[in-house]
């Protein structure tokens, strides 16, 4: 059997309403967070996407017991035996990484393989590390495998990160919540993913001030104090950016229900500033247009900066606005392998170095295109609608990382979508 591809028919335009699932980015390190709760944790509004279904049988090989009712998973980490994830799952996903916290916390001692994931950038874990070593972790690495011990217990500290990264901040987070004393981390990743992990981990009794903002205080609290929780995941707002971009490059009117509209600022401004009309409510977000698309520049950044998971949906936008677009790429160094798929599709574009000058006007044709990545994979999608005749899209596992039934809500507002068998690729 081989793998699936989608095949787009295009011309077709998008209107509706579409339910937001609950945010992966989210999801995965509240799942790792409950090995901290040494019980039967809750999560809600869980994706149903195979990076979650990846990260449950890694917290099953660590001993814990992970079961799935629709969109709720129930993950018991009382019998945990285990710190040692396998490479044979944590390479199949970067955000295996995630573990590596909580597992200090917990027994003190961690061994988790390097991650995979995505080739979108080396995203490097130094910055994880070091992190970590200021509270007391002492590393070695053994055949690809991270050893990780306190040979003095965690010991609260204060670090400086020399960029907000989303990651290393989790790890610090869920390591710094049982360390002895105040940890304080400055400069830390202001993402909404990172204030609902502070809120699970604050139900779960630690005690965190400030998540959300550029320094944030956590005063450690025996692991013996902290105790299992339910929580419910926010709306993922690059879903929701997602469908937004497919409802401006059609017209729409397309509604994306279960977001919190401040989530996605900079790109609901980014969407004016191209010639949409958007109307909000307190968890909606609906996009329209009936004038033709202007171009803008871009410049990805942390949050509350324009996201770059964005990116390449917003590149699509600026590949059919009547002028030239620069869009350019501070997060990741390799995330514009997308714009050479877009290109066979009729794109105008010009990459020099981190930037991507974009010239619009153009008429996309329908051509097989490969995915690259997980947002790629979903702007391709959307290309294939507005696209001359029909596109077919290969390499579609990286899309099923990170959206629940892409193919069935884009049906739902319209699309002529379909996914089928395929020994081919691109």
């Not at 630690?206 to 944030?216: E, N, Q, Y």
């Not at 968890?283 to 998971?309: C, E, N």
Request: some cysteine; hydrophobic content about 40%.
């Amino acid at each position: 059997m081989g793998k699936e591809s989608i095949l787009v028919r295009g011309n077709r335009t998008l209107s509706g309403e579409v339910k937001i699932s609950g945010a992966k980015n989210s999801a995965l390190k509240l799942m790792a967070a409950s090995i901290l709760g040494q019980g039967e944790s809750i999560i809600q509004n869980v994706p149903d996407i195979s990076d979650i279904a990846i990260m449950s049988d890694v917290l099953r090989r660590l001993g814990a017991t992970v079961t799935r009712t629709d969109h709720s998973l129930t993950i018991d980490t009382q019998e945990l035996d285990s710190y040692s994830t396998p490479y044979e799952l944590v390479s199949r996903m970067r955000a295996s990484i995630s573990v590596l916290g909580p597992l200090i916390g917990r027994f003190g001692q961690a061994k988790v393989a390097m991650p995979g994931g995505c080739q979108i950038g080396a995203r490097k874990i130094d910055m994880h590390l070091v992190g970590l070593e200021a509270l007391g972790v002492s590393f070695d690495v053994d055949h690809g495998t991270l050893i990780a011990t306190t040979p003095e217990g965690l010991k609260g500290s204060q670090v400086m990160l020399e960029f907000p990264s989303v990651g290393a901040t989790e790890n610090m987070l869920m390591a710094a919540v049982v360390a002895e004393g105040t940890t304080v981390i400055d400069n830390a990743a202001r993402e909404p993913e990172i204030v609902d992990l502070c809120n699970m981990l604050c139900e779960m009794g630690a005690k965190i001030d400030g998540g959300g903002s550029v320094s944030i205080e956590i005063e450690g609290v025996p692991l013996e104090d902290l105790h299992p929780c339910t929580h419910t995941t926010i709306g993922d707002r690059i879903e929701a950016g997602t469908f937004l971009a497919g409802g401006a490059l059609t017209g729409g009117p397309v509604t994306v229900q279960g977001i919190d509209p401040d989530y996605l600022r900079m790109a609901i401004m980014k969407l004016k500033a191209m010639g949409c009309d958007i109307a909000c409510g307190d968890d909606y977000v609906t996009v329209t247009r009936s004038r033709p698309l202007m171009p803008a520049d871009i410049q990805t950044l942390p949050h509350p900066g324009f996201p770059t998971d964005l990116q390449a949906q917003f590149m699509l936008l600026a590949t059919l606005a009547e002028g030239t677009s620069v869009i350019t790429e501070n997060v990741f160094e390799n995330r514009f392998m997308f714009a050479s798929e877009l290109m066979r599709m009729g794109a105008d574009i010009a990459i020099e170095d981190h930037h991507a000058i974009v010239h619009g006007g153009q008429t996309l044709q329908g051509a097989p295109v490969s995915s690259t990545d997980l947002r790629a994979g979903a702007a391709l999608v959307l290309a294939g609608i507005v696209a001359e005749g029909y596109t077919t899209i290969y390499d579609v596992e990286h899309i099923d990382r990170g959206y629940e039934d892409y193919v069935g809500k884009l049906r739902s507002l319209g699309a002529d979508v379909s996914r089928a068998e395929s020994n081919v690729r691109a």
